[in-house]
């Protein structure tokens, strides 16, 4: 089977204006399975295809994310109610588009729309399971989420985006949020976590950390890590956390305060 999956790049990169850090993590995803497929001999290929409608704005964001994943990524240039002549090499089985919108954009691509639940597309991560699928490639089993642990690493906040992307690109269990002048990264690949460790001004915060067990509160001695009148701190299963406190999974990728 040759699939040719088609990505409207704004509206799936960046509906804020700003890389969306799941979709920088989901294109690394779905890289790795191409390479892997292609590393088969196999009569399966993907073809994977950032394409441009037109936004004033795609550029910018595509030199963004062309920086932050130092890959050889092309944007390509495509018409409303065109087709994927010229974008899908030769004649792929099947042609996917994904969007978040469901409103039709090329004539003979299917859409899958991100936030689709009935679809199994409740978000970005999604989308590279949902390839296998349909592709018939085995899903690789997974940790329960709740049992899979990860390190803290603490990044100076000026100059952690485009670092932060770049692991996320690589491992899509890294993620963030910023306390005052430091963003908290938490990394589930050792690699991946040792590059973000060794970098600037970088500290190493705790290991074994399950990430449901993080919160957010009001300053506390004890805390994981403090800053910006703010504390990160560890509630272990079955115990309750302070009534002000946050969860990391409510605050992930943004800002306190």
């Known amino acids: 089977m040759v699939l040719c999956l088609l ?9 804020g204006r700003v890389l969306d850090p799941d979709a920088v993590a989901m294109l690394g995803e779905l890289r790795r399975l191409r390479r892997g497929l292609n590393e088969t001999g196999s009569d399966q290929r993907l073809a994977i295809v950032l394409v441009d ?12 994310l062309a920086t ?6 092309v944007l390509a240039q495509a ?24 409103k039709p954009k090329l004539a003979d691509a299917t859409i899958w729309r991100v936030g689709d639940s009935n679809a199994g597309l409740v978000g970005p991560a999604d989308v590279e399971r949902r390839v296998r699928e349909i592709m ?10 709740a049992r899979r642990t990860g390190s803290l690493t603490a990044v100076p906040a000026a100059a952690s985006p485009k670092r932060l992307l770049a ?18 990264a938490y990394c589930e690949d050792g690699d991946v976590e040792d590059e973000l460790a060794t970098s600037g001004a970088a500290v190493r915060v705790a290991s074994a950390i399950r990430k449901r067990e993080l919160y957010v509160t009001g300053e506390v001695p004890g805390g994981l890590f403090s800053d910006g009148g703010y504390s990160l701190i560890r509630v272990a299963e079955g115990e309750k956390p302070p009534p002000d ?7 992930r990728h943004q800002s306190m305060p």
Do not use: K
């Open 245 to 251: 406190a946050q969860s990391w999974s409510s605050l």
């Open 53 to 64: 409608f037109g936004s004033p704005s795609a550029r910018e964001l595509f030199d963004d």
């Open 136 to 145: 018939h490639v085995p899903i690789p089993r997974t940790i329960d989420p």
């Open 167 to 184: 692991a996320a690109y690589r491992d899509p269990t890294v993620d963030w949020l910023t306390l005052g002048m430091f963003t908290i």
């Open 79 to 102: 018409t409303r109610g065109g087709t994927t002549a010229g974008l899908c090499q030769g004649t792929p089985d099947r042609a996917i588009l994904l969007a978040r919108s469901a």
């Open 68 to 73: 932050a994943t130092a890959d050889d990524w």
């Open 7 to 15: 990505i409207d790049f704004e509206e799936v990169f960046g509906p």
